[in-house]
């Protein structure tokens, strides 16, 4: 079988178009994998929503699974995003005190119960302080936010958090 140069010319065109694209969504699967994992603490970030008196509130929040990862936290963290944060989930669920040891930023701690609905909020945590602040009663999690965001929203005891 001849070719003639246009019928080759565009049967290449047609294989480096189909390269071409592939390499695009192998390069768009790569950013999304690794926006799935926070840049500085290498954990992974998921999304959370919390359901209030006056609308969902959406957060990208990085996941500390591990006893070394929930130990560390958000400590030596120097800034937040507005909507980020971290979760701590409890498996299993039980009751929790957090402090703000080596921790640079004030935080709002959410004590999240087995229902998923808040327990209580230790709001605007102050840094460095070592006091222990203790959930209500037992938590299936526990989530940090930036100090006073919770009020801003209008987040409180009893709103629903999904994750």
């Not at 694209?21 to 998921?46: C, D, M, N, R, Y």
């Not at 921790?103 to 709001?123: C, E, K, Q």
């Not at 945590?125 to 209500?136: G, M, N």
Request: aromatic share 6%.
């Amino acid at each position: 079988m001849r070719l003639t140069r246009s019928t080759l010319a565009v049967s290449l065109l047609l294989a480096f178009a189909a390269c071409s694209q592939g390499g695009q969504e192998a390069t768009a699967k790569a950013s999304q994998a690794q926006a799935a994992v926070h840049p500085i603490s290498g954990l992974p970030v998921k999304d959370l929503k919390v359901k209030s008196a006056n609308g969902t509130h959406a957060f990208r929040v990085e996941v500390a699974s591990t006893f070394k990862e929930q130990e560390h936290g958000l400590m030596f963290r120097s800034e937040m995003g507005a909507d980020e944060g971290m979760i701590f989930p409890n498996k299993p669920p039980r009751r929790s005190a957090f402090w703000m040891r080596n921790t640079v930023i004030p935080l709002d701690i959410i004590f999240i119960g087995t229902d998923h609905r808040i327990l209580n909020i230790a709001a605007n945590a102050v840094p460095y302080d070592e006091t222990p602040l203790p959930s209500d009663g037992i938590a299936a999690g526990v989530l940090e936010l930036n100090g006073g965001r919770a009020a801003q929203l209008g987040i409180k005891a009893g709103d629903k958090v999904s994750w």
